[in-house]
Nanobody, 131 residues
Framework: QVQLVESGGGLVQPGGSLKLSCAASGFTSDTYAIGWFRQAPGKERQGVSAISSSDGDTYYGDSVKGRFTISKDNAENTVYLQMNSLKPEDTAVYYC????????????????????????WGQGTLVTVSS
């Protein structure tokens, strides 16, 4: 059974940086997709970023392109989300999600569309961007 544990959220000033971590365990396959969604108060959950284990392809939502970077440490089975130039509108609960479907891993560009089908979710970590 896959389990995901997020960490790294907190309070940061606009323009600052934070690095989120998602420690994964229990994968039964080398092929999977893993990444992040976020949900701001009163808004729908949206895809932020994801990475495919099979080819290393990545996905970034339009609002975070050029500011956020996803990376994966295979030895530690941990995915990181480096968030720079943070804005107040980045304030949200950030959720790590994963799926061992080869279809999802092979179509990472559609990460946002897969939200309802993803198998495993973390508990979420709160990021607050405020002065």
């Amino acid at each position: 059974q896959v389990q995901l544990v997020e960490s790294g959220g907190g309070l940061v000033q606009p323009g600052g940086s934070l690095k989120l971590s998602c420690a994964a365990s229990g994968f039964t396959s080398d092929t999977y997709a893993i990444g992040w969604f976020r949900q701001a108060p009163g808004k729908e959950r949206q895809g932020v970023s994801a990475i495919s284990s099979s080819d290393g392809d990545t996905y970034y939502g339009d609002s975070v392109k050029g500011r956020f970077t996803i990376s994966k440490d295979n030895a530690e089975n941990t995915v990181y989300l480096q968030m720079n130039s943070l804005k107040p509108e980045d304030t949200a609960v950030y959720y790590c999600a994963a799926d061992e479907s080869a279809f999802v891993a092979g179509n990472i560009a559609q990460w946002s569309d897969f939200e309802k089908y993803l198998e495993v979710w973390g508990q979420g970590t709160l990021v607050t961007v405020s002065s």
